[in-house]
């Protein structure tokens, strides 16, 4: 035996929707139970992808007193967040590159009676960072009820069917996944024989274990959804859930074949990934299904934590019986999150002061999720580790701040606070009269169609605003200010797919906190763009008429003393171009600024059209004017203008 009762692991079918009868998915589960008593099922989120029918989920307990059956739904069936169900519905799922691969299951107080004489489980203990708690573990104990085989040959579904409950020891060797998106989420054990020939891990990655003998198991078909425990002074708890297995068969140079045969069968020198399932975004997740409490004060006493349930609201200065995971700390009518949790519809948080998401070591993570609502009389606040997920929800506040404590440069360094709107649901809401993204501070948005918010105003001081694919609307009667930082994607300086400052609407850039750059594949101007300094690195430019352009020009030198825009590809101009003078420069005749061009030749500059009307500010009393040219100068130049003297005035008497 294990040490303990796996009485508690079960088998799960998954039925599919054309032909229940035929085609299943066979997998493993667990009994878990919460604070109150009440009975849940862990497994695996891929086993209810696309095909699984409504309903008929039968789950089995095999007892030595007899088998206990239940047949759940999945209407009870719950999974991480909005995101992961869509994919699910759609089919599109896949555990190896979404990660977050753990379903829960709730019964009814029926099937709770069914099975209140099977054996339930506890979590390991949280991990906060996903980083190192069960890496190099003396052991952990794998079970399920796959396909059983031999280490030299693979699973054998004909001599050894799904079934039979098998377990054996094997330890985790490696915890960052080969796919960043599901970082963290996942943890891995290889398939060792007692020899460095297929130890996968140690020839690829130089984490050396030869593993456990004859004792040495890994997972295979229908083991998914299964349980990894650890066994602490007797106690068994679980660390992990089965999700996928792998080879690195057919990789190219330098990863190293270690597979003992040509395919994928749980066999020597594979490599098996559980959901980590005490990472604490997971593991706060799976608590508050659970409903299990936190230490309470009594309001207004000081620090507080609240669990939160689905339907419950929230409004300061009323009673709250219920507690909310991770919320603590509030005073004033200021909730601050002080660790990962969710607020899921129909829950709603209303009428609060403020809300404060970050500081002190670790990630701090809210997740607006299912209909979540989110109404704060103030501003929401996301510092230094702080992050926010909307994936389906409405948020209400006057403002809207993001940012960081400085330096940041990566993990395991302070990270910066994010605010990340992803979701294709229309339904999906934000409400403020603000998005204000400050040093290191990341407003994410990636929703299919452009960020366009008729009734807000962005500030961006040195943070970055990144819309991916989507376009960035400043609507009419609203403004950008950009007083440094970037628009679109730092790093690999990839581009939005297009910036429109709309009629009436207005754009600053300048560099006064920070380097202000924008990157877009297109720039459409139907209002105003003032730069005073900063750059523009744009695919196409377009300049409608009735919109105006204008530069000030503080040196020679581009961006850091004229603002300038960095041109690949069109310009279609029209509508007024005005230069001014700043910094108390005053040019040396003849000289000339590129206004819009390109430092590196271009074959594909072109120019369609000149402004209908140029201006200038506060040169007159120097006695100078600007001149414009127009036209693809050695491939770099588009538009010029030159100081040339002021014309005569003619006194007639």
């Keep these: 035996m ?7 692991v079960a088998t799960i079918f998954t039925l599919d929707k054309v032909l229940p009868s035929i085609w299943y998915t066979k997998g493993s589960a667990t009994l878990i139970e919460g604070l109150d008593g009440s009975k849940f099922v862990l497994t695996a989120a891929h086993l209810f992808n696309d095909m699984v029918s409504i309903g008929n989920v039968p789950i089995t307990w095999y007892l030595p007193q007899g088998t206990i059956p239940v047949v759940s739904s999945t209407s009870f069936v719950s999974v991480y967040n909005y995101t992961i169900k869509t994919k699910l519905d759609q089919g599109t799922y896949d555990p ?95 398939f060792d024989n007692n020899t460095d020939t297929n130890d996968f891990f140690g020839r690829n990655f130089g984490i050396s274990d030869r593993g456990y003998d004859e004792d040495e198991v890994s997972t295979i078909y229908g083991d998914s959804g299964g349980p990894t425990f650890i066994v602490e002074e007797g106690v068994a708890r679980i660390v992990g859930v089965h999700s996928y297995g792998d080879t690195f068969k057919d990789q190219p140079s330098p990863y190293v ?29 799976i608590e508050k299904i659970l409903k299990k409490p936190h230490t309470s004060q009594p309001q207004g006493s000081g620090p507080q934590s609240m669990d939160w349930d689905d339907g419950d609201t929230w409004a300061a200065g009323s009673p709250q019986s219920d507690e909310m995971p991770y919320l603590d700390s509030w005073s004033d009518s200021t909730l601050t999150i002080a660790g990962p949790g969710s607020i899921n519809g129909p829950s709603t948080v209303t009428n609060i002061a403020g809300l404060f998401v970050g500081t002190g070591p670790g990630q701090k993570i809210l997740d607006l999720a299912y209909g979540a609502e989110v109404n704060v009389d103030g501003d929401i606040t996301i510092d230094t580790n702080g992050y926010v997920l909307l994936t389906d929800g409405d948020v209400t506040a006057d ?124 720039v459409t101007l139907q209002g105003i763009l003032q730069m005073d300094h900063g750059e523009v690195w744009v695919g196409d430019l377009t300049v409608e008429s009735g919109a105006e352009l204008k530069i000030g020009i503080g040196g020679e030198i581009p961006d850091t003393e004229f603002a300038h825009i960095v041109l690949f590809g069109g310009a279609d101009l029209a509508g007024k171009l005005t230069l001014y003078l700043i910094d108390d420069f005053t040019p040396d005749l003849y000289t000339s600024f590129v206004l819009v061009g390109n430092p590196d030749e271009q074959s594909n500059l072109t120019v369609n059209g000149i402004f209908a009307q140029v201006g200038g500010v506060n040169i007159n009393a120097l006695d100078m004017a600007f001149a414009v040219r127009y036209g693809v100068a050695n491939n770099q130049a588009v538009v010029i203008t030159t100081a040339i003297p002021a014309m005569p005035i003619s006194i007639t008497q």
């Design 399 to 522: 403002n809207l701040v993001i940012q960081a404590a400085p330096p940041y440069i990566g993990p395991p360094d302070p990270l910066p606070g994010v605010f990340d709107w992803y979701d294709h649901s229309s339904a999906t809401s934000l409400n403020v009269d603000r998005i204000i993204v400050n040093e290191y501070g990341v407003f994410f948005y990636d929703r299919g169609t452009p960020l366009s918010l008729a009734g807000t105003d962005y500030e961006v001081h040195g943070g970055v605003i990144e819309t991916y694919d989507d376009a960035f609307y400043v609507t009419p009667g609203r403004s950008l200010t950009m007083t440094g930082g970037v628009i679109g994607e730092p790093v690999n300086l990839l581009p939005i797919a297009e910036l429109r400052i709309q009629a009436g609407g207005t754009a600053t850039v300048t560099d006064a906190v920070a380097p202000a750059l924008i990157l877009a594949q297109d």
């Design 257 to 285: 074949d270690t597979d003992v045969n040509t395919l994928i069968r749980g066999s020597w020198g594979e490599f098996a990934v559980d959901t980590l399932v005490t990472y604490d975004p997971i593991y706060t997740w």
């Design 96 to 190: 190896i590159y979404d990660g977050y691969d753990v379903a829960l299951i709730a019964l009814t107080p029926e099937q709770q009676g069914y099975v209140q004489d099977v054996p339930t489980y506890k979590l390991g203990p949280r991990d906060p960072s996903g980083l190192q708690t069960w890496l190099g573990h003396p052991q952990v104990v794998v079970v399920g009820y796959g396909w059983g085989g031999w280490g030299a040959t693979g699973g054998d579904e004909a001599n050894y069917p799904f079934g039979t409950k098998r377990w054996g020891y094997n330890r985790y060797d490696f915890n960052t996944p080969f796919n960043s998106t599901s970082w963290r989420t996942q943890i891995a054990f290889d």
């Design 2 to 8: 294990a040490g303990f009762n796996l009485d508690g």
